[in-house]
């Protein structure tokens, strides 16, 4: 519990430093002030449609400056916005919708197929277009002036590899500790500008808008990532800190070719798994310094981060958890495992979800005395640096030894011929699994070429069994692999 | 209430950042895992003389790297340390020691004929000598590995104008949002380094130990506070941020002639009133970034802060509640004043002290639905900025009038020839009460030259009717005036 009241974040940062730039997107910078102006008024046509404070509303918006003011005008009226992400089908939508008994659906004319799909199979549903909103009226809106931290504040769902999707409640009190956390570890300095190119809807990109609230810090948004793009705003915007994932990172390293990034650049904050140490090593060398991170939907972003100094001491390491967190490693008997012992990964910190909405066995199951089971393998090492082996639902098993995907991954990517690679367990009659590896290629390679790199940097048992040359691996918006979609081509 | 659960404060940062530098002290740099492994085998030595969480104990101790050590050993051991101001007189040690029931005396040899007269008076005290117990042998301490925000980590007495002092409960949580709130205003960087010369047992002195810990920042601690002394080590320990009261601030001013601090120095904060705009100016133009604050024991230090952009266009301004806080002034009925109208200063934040303590019925009477009521008179202006205006119990009514002391003295400091001036009420027939000034001159000047100078500034009730000439003016350890001291003067 975190029964803390504090003012209303957007309200006291308009407050404490209302002519900072807040926001920047397509040419135009606005205030925290204007951030405040813009976002009051929407929360008057929100108010206006019959939003009230406690309830949830569905959010299915594109990256977009918009969709930074609906946000902030839902928690001016103190409603819980169910972020949606808009790659979901209008089914998958409709499921969420349900899921949170939420009663309206903010949205905008590029998703209009499947808002009106969602309209046949959910007639009750108000669905309330942004373009028509931000010509209606404007009723006074009930303002909530303070907040209680533990207070729900969003609902993102995870993933999840098998079953449903659950709703993972998200408190202000997870997003202000997230912030203060990061703040701790990263620094914090009036210059600082955070470039997000990773989706809104995604608490990568969620957890960029709270520190800019925080923190009273510039963020740029853009509609999407294009490492050219990225380069020129990080120069021309003065950008500090941008979130990644290794694909994002790998295609900036290479766009940037003798060039190096400004020197206000300071942090290239990369989540969605390790980086290859020859990635890095381009990375060391262009002074671009990577801060590499692990978290989750369930942490309201980074909960763990490896400062650029360990990069390669402590190569594939996601780091320590930072200051008001902690983690540890546990056996399948929930004993403490011993450094260097790999078990399923636990979170315990005020940036811990609460839980899993309506799903109160499940929660129970998942958090046992502030600790969150994440489901992911790792170990610390003696030093207590985190080492992230694989998503437990992942683990291939292979003649009873145990395969981590990722750890193969990281090979076939270190490879100079291959852009990307992704590794399930294929069904074997003598071995019960064997690793298969699909393989993106930058130059040409062949299967033996692959094969004999493999047998020179892993033990016989991790060599994929079978390797398939495709032209992308699928990803979710995350950029984590998606490993069913993989046991779909198998098939 | 603050009920959350983090990893003790120096157990994490030791773990996260062993090898920064976290004290200096008399030429000697302890790195926070030395730092921990002092504190520990401290710890050890005081579980050997029977200290148990939960206890209180009293530290009557210098400013000296050892005391920083015994206040850590007290974390590490989940005692709640009674601070005692080292300038206290054996018998007001006493009373607190009896107010809060402490069972045990952390001290050194220099306060010997101290704690000797309170071992008369209290004889089941059990003292504990620091160059005793550092030679002791160690016992294998029971840390306390997790608090709780909720829990006392210190109780610190304040002065009080009448009556006894009360001991304010200042909770790890109190702690920890005073230093969040300044980091979210001064921002945070890893050359960061703070300069300790305010003693450690007074609020300002020991909120500097708890940024340190918790920002894995460096810490200066010298003895005592010399112009020459704070200069030099700025220059030579790459100090960033300093503590100051005017009057420091003043002497280190004048000591710089012509030169100024070096570049990486980025905030001098100032407490215990506001300074006089001549003062200001000279800063300005010797570029010492000036950032003006409100704060007292029962706010664990500042809760109010003016940025140096604001220095002159509000001019005598403490600035706005820092992010987590929150204040208002209230007239005499409870009502919310009227922008410019002054009243009482309400504040309210994670910051703000829990109570008294043993004092129920004091605590319900200050502290209501969270807003601690300060008994200091001020007023915001239009944008929200706080101008303190005085000490209630300072405030002299003349002739209906409310005069504020603290107004007169700035004005009277402004003046090239006065260095410090103090004022207080003075009975009179006529009007009650008229103002009487106390002056110190920095060059000749005369009683009559004083007054034409304040017919200049001031309205005709505000002019001292009385005017004496003194050495310096008294002041406790914070550097308030102590204006009973004053009175006796008088008398």
Redesign the interface.
């Known amino acids: ?7 209303n974040f957007l309200i ?2 308009a ?2 430093t209302p002519d900072r730039p807040a926001i920047h997107f397509a040419g135009i910078t606005y205030t925290f002030s204007e951030a405040y102006n813009r976002a009051h008024t929407i929360a008057g046509q929100l108010a206006g449609c019959g939003l009230k404070k406690g309830q949830y509303a569905g959010a299915l918006l594109s990256n977009h400056v918009d969709t930074v003011f609906v946000y902030l005008a839902c928690h001016l009226l103190g409603v819980k916005a169910v972020i949606l992400n808009n790659r979901l089908t209008a089914a998958e939508i409709a499921w969420q919708m349900k899921d949170s008994q939420s009663a309206f659906l903010i949205t905008e004319s590029r998703f209009s197929s499947k808002y009106r799909e969602l309209e046949e199979t959910l007639p009750n549903i108000t669905i309330i277009n942004k373009e028509v909103l931000f010509e209606s009226s404007v009723s006074p809106p009930l303002i909530v002036d303070e907040i209680n931290l533990n207070e729900v504040c969003t609902i993102m769902y995870t993933s999840g590899t098998t079953g449903h999707p659950k709703g993972v409640l998200q408190t202000y009190g997870n997003h202000w500790w997230s912030a ?1 956390g990061s ?2 570890n990263l ?4 210059e600082d500008c955070w470039l997000c190119t990773v989706p809104l809807f995604h608490i990568s990109g969620y957890s960029i808008l709270m520190r800019s609230i ?3 810090m510039k963020m740029v948004v853009l509609e999407s990532f294009d490492e050219k793009e990225a380069i020129n705003i990080i120069r021309n915007e003065k950008v500090t800190i941008m979130s990644v994932v290794s694909t994002m990172l790998t295609r900036m390293e290479e766009k940037l070719k003798e060039d190096k990034l400004p020197a206000q650049f300071r942090c290239m904050l990369l989540g969605g798994g390790p980086a290859s140490k020859a990635l890095l090593e381009k990375c060391q060398a262009k002074q671009i310094p990577v801060y590499q991170t692990y978290g989750m939907t369930e942490t309201s972003s980074q909960i763990v981060t490896l400062s650029p100094e360990y990069s390669f001491s402590k190569l594939g390491s996601a780091g ?1 958890a930072l ?2 967190s ?1 983690l540890k490693i546990v056996r399948t008997n929930g004993e403490k495992a011993s450094p260097t012992e790999a078990g399923e990964i636990l979170v ?3 940036n811990v979800t609460k839980g899993y909405l309506n799903k109160k066995e499940e929660t129970k199951s998942k958090i046992v005395d ?1 600790w969150l089971s994440t489901g992911d393998i790792g170990y610390l090492d003696e030093e ?1 640096f985190l080492y992230v082996l694989d998503r437990r639902s992942d683990l291939i098993i292979s003649g009873g030894e145990n395969v981590y995907p990722a750890e193969i991954e990281g090979i076939l990517a270190s490879h100079p011929a291959i852009s990307d690679a992704g590794v399930i367990g294929l069904k074997d009659e003598q071995w019960g699994e064997v690793p298969a590896a699909f393989i993106v290629k930058r130059k040409e390679i062949n299967e033996v070429d692959i094969l004999q790199f493999c047998q020179q940097k892993l033990a016989k048992y991790k060599i994929p069994k079978k390797v398939m040359f495709i032209e992308e691996i699928p990803r979710n918006a995350a950029k984590k692999i998606l490993r069913r979609e993989l046991r779909k081509l198998l098939e």
């Open positions: 519990m975190n029964d803390q009241v504090m003012q006291k940062r407050f404490l203060i703040a701790l620094g914090l300095t009036e925080i923190y009273g320590k200051f008001p902690q315990k910190g005020p502030g207590g």
